[in-house]
């Protein structure tokens, strides 16, 4: 039986917090906001939801994989942004696409271009739909009928595996576990989990440049692609498969990262490695977050590239149960599949215990790193739970270099901090962890928690992010380092590309999408 994702919330149709889980995450609410209820709203079921009349029908050629189900229009008409739930808890479906197509080859991508080209319709590429940016809500450019969302799930497949190279050809549309699933017979896998994993595709990951979740070396999906092939309305072009190149900037290099602007990622070859046969980790514990971050620069200025070297602040080791709250947490792992880790993980510990860093003696399962995993594997569907209780609740991330970290995090902490005490008259929370470290610099994450006003919960979710991304790219840090662009984060990415650079983005643009078809107002202006 086909298990539904839902349209409102994340995951699949029969999964959701247990009620344990969600009494502890509104523990945590109860506590950090002095409240002893929280006035809770109804979310619409599919049949309370009222969608507009499709302003265009799909030609014959195209009916097979074109749909307007209702359904199907709900769960295109999002992603999974704090500002898609809210609109969500409000059944505002205003903007759902006109039209669901879901080809299955790259000749039907090419065909649904060409019939948007005509009418003309804008076209929003969808993977898995997990964007937290505002990156696959179906906005139509001026001028346009409609939009149809063009959904990559159904190209889904592992084409070819070359043991050799040790590489891989699959389809842009395959899901995280179905990739892994069809490795895994050939000892392989290409070791790249997003939090998303479950409910994101590889086209999406390569779109948006994602992140995994291994803390340092091969961080990004940039690191594993060989090759793209693209489907735009210009035509298909496929770049060459090669380990590397000096010859001029990288073809592939202009798609990772186009967010759907300039066409569609039909199909790739990626790196793979071997599946991981040595293990070794613990939980390490730091009176205070910037030791543990310190430890962090010294094991990888010594060039050791732990799989995880996550740090968490008190606050956050509090909130995710993996601890009282008191010190500061590294989750530090090795893997590999060739040779043995333990001198490795030694030279780490002894790295970490002079910057005051002490390892943790759990029982297996019981640690520390152990219920941090289980809280990062559930939390997000605690949202789903949290913005019908008015709760204010979101992330963002960034990188910056380790001379400027510690002023840089006291910059972003204060001006957040401020915009939630002045928009919703109560003090709030940002906790921090490091994701991703790099010899150079750390990617911090910063997590916030405000409780907001049922009315108003756009308004003032996007002031207190206005205040946060305005303090990160003031101090010097990117307005993401991971997490894409979309439209969500347009202003800033603005300010942090060079004008000239924009210039020539939107150059490329005009010769591969000369209509303006391809998700507009995405990383550039239509
Ligand atoms: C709970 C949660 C956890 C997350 N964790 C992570 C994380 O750990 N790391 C991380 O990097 N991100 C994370 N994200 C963000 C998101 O999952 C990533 O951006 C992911 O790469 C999106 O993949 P997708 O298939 O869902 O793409 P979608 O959300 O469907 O699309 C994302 C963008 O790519 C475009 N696109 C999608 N497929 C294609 C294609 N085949 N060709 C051209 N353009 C395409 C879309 O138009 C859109 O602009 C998380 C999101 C959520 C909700």
Redesign the pocket.
């Known amino acids: 039986m086909t298990r539904l994702r839902k349209f409102y919330g994340?995951g699949f149709q029969d999964e959701e917090l247990s009620a344990a889980e969600e009494a502890a995450w509104l523990g945590n609410f109860h506590r950090l906001f002095s409240v002893d209820r929280f006035e809770e709203r109804h979310v619409p079921s599919l049949a309370e939801i009222s969608l507009p009349t499709p302003r265009v029908t799909p030609p014959p050629a195209l009916e097979a994989i074109c749909t307007v189900e209702p359904y199907e229009r709900a769960l295109h008409s999002f992603?999974?942004s704090y500002p898609d739930t809210v609109h969500g808890l409000h059944g505002n479906y205003a903007a759902a696409p006109d039209i669901v197509a879901y080809p299955r080859t790259g000749n039907e991508v090419a065909g649904v271009i060409d019939w948007a080209g005509g009418v003309p319709l804008s076209i929003?590429?969808?993977?898995?739909?997990?964007?937290?940016v505002g990156?696959?809500n179906p906005v139509r450019r001026h001028g346009a009928k409609g939009a149809v969302s063009l959904d990559?799930s159904r190209m889904n497949r592992v084409i070819e595996v070359d043991p050799t190279s040790r590489a891989a050809r699959m389809e842009?549309?395959i899901f995280g576990p179905a990739l892994e699933a069809e490795l895994r017979p050939h000892g392989l896998t290409l070791r790249h989990f997003?939090?998303?994993f479950e409910?994101?595709?590889l086209?999406?990951?390569i779109?948006?440049r994602?992140?995994g979740?291994y803390a340092t070396l091969r961080t990004h999906i940039d690191d594993f692609v060989e090759s793209v092939r693209v489907v735009t309305p210009r035509g298909a072009l496929e770049t060459r498969r090669l380990p590397a190149s000096g010859a001029g900037p990288n073809p592939a290099g202009l798609f990772i990262g186009?967010?759907?602007t300039l066409?569609?990622?039909?199909e790739a070859w990626l790196r793979l490695t071997p599946r991981p046969r040595h293990r070794c980790g613990t939980a390490v514990w730091f009176p205070d977050f910037f030791q543990a971050a310190a430890a962090v620069r010294a094991l990888l200025q010594a060039g050791l590239t732990p799989a995880n070297c996550r740090i968490l602040d008190p606050e956050e080791v509090r909130n995710t149960g993996s601890g009282d709250g008191s010190a500061a947490l590294m989750v530090l792992g090795f893997e590999g599949w060739d040779h043995p880790l333990e001198s490795l993980f030694s030279r780490a510990l002894a790295l970490a215990a002079d910057h005051g860093g002490r390892a943790a003696h759990a029982e297996p399962g019981q640690g520390a790193a152990e219920k941090w995993r289980t809280a990062f594997i559930r939390m997000?569907y605690a949202r789903e739970r949290m913005v019908p209780r008015a709760i204010i609740s979101d992330t963002f991330e960034t990188a910056i270099t380790w001379e400027r970290f510690e002023s840089f995090h006291a910059a972003v902490t204060r001006a957040t901090l401020d915009a939630i005490r002045e928009v919703t008259g109560r003090p709030g929370q940002i906790t921090c962890r490091v994701t991703h470290a790099y010899p150079d610099g750390p990617a911090p994450y910063f997590s916030f928690h405000a409780l907001g006003r049922h009315g108003a919960l756009i308004e003032q979710w996007q002031a207190i992010k206005n205040a946060a991304s305005d303090a990160l790219i003031a101090a010097g840090g990117t307005i993401t380092h991971?997490?894409?662009v979309?439209r969500d984060h347009r202003p800033w990415y603005d300010k942090e590309r060079p004008d000239l650079f924009a210039a020539a983005l939107g150059a490329a643009k005009s010769a591969l999408d000369p209509g303006s078809l391809f998700?507009p107002g995405?990383l550039i202006d239509p």
Do not use: D, M, R, Y
Not at 124 to 132: D, Y
Not at 263 to 266: E, K, L, Y
């Open positions: 994340w992603g999974k929003i590429p969808f993977g898995g739909g997990s964007s937290v990156g696959v990559l842009g549309g997003p939090q998303s409910h994101s595709t086209g999406g990951w779109a948006t994602s992140g979740h186009s967010e759907g066409g569609v990622i039909t997000p991971h997490h894409a979309g998700n995405v």
